[in-house]
């Protein structure tokens, strides 16, 4: 007993201060093949979801291990953020506020810093000796085409004109029977334009992934972090100490010192391997098949008794759709703040539109035009631009985070006829399953005031709800009521 939040540097730290709390459950003797996947899906439907470790999966040996299932509660999201150790959703939105925009303004104080090694290279294995299958990597889903060691990932990459370094969550399907991954990354990425350049400058792009690893860098690396700022210097500033990292041998690009397994090589323009179909977030098989640029992987990096972080989407709630609703809707706070927004209340990202599609923000309205403003500027930030389907404008009388409320709200405010823009060729995805198989991957999407009109906030018939002080004045009547 005592670790402490400061203690945590690591998975294995993080799982011991979670199993201290209550919040780790081990399975073991599950198959890689499907049941992993589905035993993921069960826990995370239940009201109190518990980080799932499995352990001697089939075919595999003892030590050999998955997690899933590590953020989807305001606890052990709480933790991995740093911000506290009983943490309920309402605390843990509080302890968030601000702390994106912070965590941005503090990344540079907190840059990577270089070690000459680390436990993630207990094991280096090269050439003949590269094989993704001898871990456990689950077919997640029934309708997956294949086995997915990326999912709780961060995938490594750096602009080869300045150096920067980013860190994205993209899926990675095992091709070539373990010898290679094929990477996901949707266009418009940060690791997609890094990608884009290397090809333009080079003819190939130096690509690291991680695959398990403290959850923090999945929490920076599968959200949408401001261009320009390394998810690893970010993660330091949550953390509050410089993440160590290694230089990979073979493209000199930062591996996290600690992590679990990390792949190393190279991408080429004309390297591609049929990928999907994939249960995605949206809830479907949307992807299909098509053909994704596959990793050249000269090395693979691991730990002993590795840990395979897991991270399955799919119909929602997923296992990441509650981590990603509170860090979408704590960075879509701050990006509007920094716009210079008035008046603004709260944003929520609804677990229903995984986190992306349906945006409830709540405004104390100012001026004619107001909420229309607060709407499209959502709609298009850097934080929430992609996918993104609804964003839904309330009064600062409406909760964002009751789908009730807001929903209330649009039956209740909402002129069709006028308070509903509809923007069309905006970013979506392949994974959309309203695209058509090969066309591009533009959306629509609307914009709905849900507010009261402006020019008549003073006549609008008024909610008819007991007031505040005739509620208290009853429930100090019969104190059983509340
Ligand atoms: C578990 C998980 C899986 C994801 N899979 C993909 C993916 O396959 N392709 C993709 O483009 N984005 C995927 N995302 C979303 C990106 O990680 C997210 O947009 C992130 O901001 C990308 O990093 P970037 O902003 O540095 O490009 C995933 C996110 C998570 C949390
Ligand atoms: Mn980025």
Redesign the pocket.
């Known amino acids: 007993m005592g670790t402490s939040l400061e203690d945590v540097d690591d998975l294995r730290g993080w799982l011991a201060l979670v199993d201290e709390l209550g919040e780790l459950t081990v399975l073991e003797g599950a198959d890689w093949d499907l049941e992993i996947g589905a035993a993921s899906e069960v826990n995370y439907r239940r009201s109190r979801p518990a980080a799932l470790l499995f352990d001697r999966v089939t075919g595999y040996p003892a030590g050999a291990r998955v997690l899933s299932g590590s953020m989807s509660n305001a606890r052990r999201l709480g933790v991995t953020l740093r911000l506290g150790t009983d943490l309920d959703d309402r605390k843990l939105v509080q302890a968030l506020r601000s702390k994106p925009n912070e965590w941005v303004a503090a990344a540079p104080r907190f840059a990577a810093r270089t070690v000459d090694t680390g436990p993630v290279c207990e094991n280096i294995d090269t050439g003949d000796d590269i094989d993704l299958l001898r871990f456990p990597v689950p077919r997640w889903h029934e309708g997956d085409g294949g086995r997915y060691i990326g999912?709780?990932?961060a995938v490594i990459t750096c602009d080869p004109a300045t150096g920067e370094i980013?860190?994205?969550?993209?899926?990675m399907q095992v091709q070539d029977e373990g010898r290679s991954a094929s990477v996901?990354?949707?266009s418009g990425?940060?690791?997609?334009m890094h990608v884009r350049d290397w090809f333009a400058k080079e003819g190939r792009a130096p690509v690291v992934a991680s695959l398990g690893h403290d959850p923090l860098l999945?929490v920076v690396?599968?959200?949408?972090?401001p261009?320009g700022v390394s998810?690893l210097d970010y993660a330091g500033a949550v953390i509050g100490r410089p993440v160590d990292v290694v230089r990979g041998e073979v493209t000199g690009l930062p591996i996290p010192a600690t992590a679990e397994i990390v792949v190393e090589g190279w991408l080429y323009p004309d390297r591609t391997r049929p990928e999907g179909p994939f249960g995605e977030?949206t809830g479907y098989y949307s992807g299909g098949i098509d053909p994704v640029l596959t990793m050249d992987i000269e090395r693979v990096y691991h730990r002993d008794d590795a840990i395979l972080l897991g991270?399955p989407?799919g119909k929602p709630p997923h296992?990441?759709s509650y981590?990603?609703s509170v860090m979408k809707s704590a960075m879509i706070h701050d990006a509007l703040v920094a716009t210079g927004l008035p008046g603004l209340e709260g944003v929520w990202a609804h677990e229903a539109g995984g986190g992306r599609q349906l945006l409830a923000v709540s405004i104390t309205q100012r001026y004619a035009g107001h909420s229309k403003q607060a709407g499209m500027l959502t709609s298009s930030l850097p934080a929430a631009a992609?996918m993104n389907k609804l964003v839904i404008v309330v009064d600062d009388d409406v909760d964002p985070r009751s789908l009730d409320e807001v929903v209330w709200a649009m039956c209740s405010r909402t002129e069709p006829g006028h308070d509903i823009e509809v923007v069309r060729r905006t970013w979506g995805?392949r994974v959309d399953p309203l695209r058509e198989r090969g066309a591009p991957a533009y959306n629509t999407r609307a914009v709905i005031d849900a507010c009261r009109p402006f020019e008549r906030l003073e006549g609008f018939p008024v909610v008819a709800e007991a007031s505040r002080a005739l509620c208290d004045r009853v429930i100090a009547k019969w104190p059983g009521l509340a």
């Open positions: 999912t709780g990932c980013n860190a994205g969550a993209y899926r996901n990354i949707e990425k940060h690791g997609a999945l690396a599968g959200t949408e972090v261009g998810e977030w991270a989407p296992d990441y981590m990603r992609y995805s």
